[in-house]
Structure formats: structure tokens, C-alpha cells
């Protein structure tokens, strides 16, 4: 989230030297960054359902030999991820959004992120 964050803010700054500097004489304004889409939390049944949903799809990677395991080594990478699977799950993103988001945490993990996304299909 914080790299989303700071990605925009960088973009909203380099598209901030094409504006025109005399209507930033004549009215000034403050320029913010775009703010993020806020996603929905999960109510008690919500999560509950989808710990049920991630238990099976987890069933599923021990039976895949070309499963690699996804380094969620910290509290903040499982929280990322918890929270991407959870919005996949509840149908806040697409699945192209993500496998996208996935991959750009680890980039080489394709396999892993469509294994995980076809699990979340047939199991939902």
C-alpha cells in the first residue's frame, strides 16, 4: 500500500511541471495526491468464509510439485498478502488485478498466483 502510495505521489509530482505556472500566480492551490481506493473490510462471517475458502485452496498446493512456497516471511508481507487474497476472494479486484499486484511483489512467482487464483475459483 505504502508503494502505491509513494509511485503516485512521484507521478502526480512529475506531471506537476506541466502546469501552467500563471494560474498558479493568480489562484493559488494545494496540490494533493490522488487518494487510494479504500477496499472494504471483512465482516466476522466474511472472514470466516474466506479462511474456510483459503484452508482448501492451501489444501491444494501439497498435492503440486511445481508449487514454489511464496516467502511471506514478516508481518508485513502477510498482511499484504492476506489482504490481496482477501480482495480477490470478496471480489474487490479481478483476477488479472491479482495476479498483477502479485507479481510485483514477486515477480517470479507466476505460477504460484495463477495456482492461487484458479484455487480461489474452484473453491468459491
Known amino acids: 500500500m505504502k508503494l502505491r502510495l509513494t509511485i503516485a505521489a512521484c507521478v502526480a509530482l512529475g506531471f506537476s511541471g506541466c502546469t501552467n505556472t500563471i494560474n498558479a500566480l493568480t489562484s493559488p492551490e494545494v496540490a494533493s495526491a490522488p487518494k487510494a481506493k479504500q477496499h472494504q473490510q471483512p465482516t466476522a462471517a466474511q472472514s470466516e468464509s474466506y479462511q474456510q475458502t483459503m484452508r482448501k485452496v492451501a489444501g491444494g498446493i501439497q498435492h503440486d510439485p511445481n508449487y514454489q512456497r511464496i516467502a511471506l516471511d514478516t508481518p508485513e508481507k502477510k498482511a499484504w498478502f492476506k489482504s490481496l487474497t482477501y480482495r480477490y476472494w470478496n471480489r474487490q479486484i479481478s483476477r488479472q488485478q491479482f495476479i498483477s499486484e502479485g507479481l510485483a511483489q514477486y515477480p517470479d512467482r507466476s505460477y504460484e498466483f495463477n495456482f ?9
Open 116 to 124: 492461487i487464483a484458479n484455487g480461489f475459483q474452484h473453491h468459491s
